[in-house]
């Protein structure tokens, strides 16, 4: 099951609930909220560690790229477009960073 698939389930139930409570039916409401409580959410933990890893993977390509693109600067230290290309990669970095930071809280 994906987590697409997973929130459909979710709002369900809470359509469901929004049924039952609208014709006042206490047995189904709690029923419908004991099985919220006890949903399963083990597939968002393994979709952000895959996401996480993949943030992590894209942080260390651009890392290598401004590496490459420093290495082709020594050679054409006057190529603009060059600097151009490491800025852009820097910031993209920097953003990436914040994601990964932000993941490990």
Do not use: C
């Amino acid at each position: 099951m994906n987590n697409h698939e997973t929130y459909l389930e979710v709002n369900d139930y809470l359509d469901l609930y929004n049924f039952a409570k609208a014709n006042d039916d206490e047995s189904w409401k709690h029923e419908i909220i004991e099985k919220l409580k006890n949903f399963d959410h083990s597939g968002n933990r393994k979709k952000e560690s895959i996401v996480f890893h993949k943030l992590l993977s894209k942080y260390r390509n651009v890392n290598e790229e401004i590496l490459e693109l420093y290495q082709q600067l020594r050679i054409e230290p006057e190529n603009r477009s060059l600097e151009e290309k490491i800025w852009k990669l820097k910031h993209l970095r920097l953003l990436l960073g914040r994601r990964i930071h932000s993941g490990k809280n």
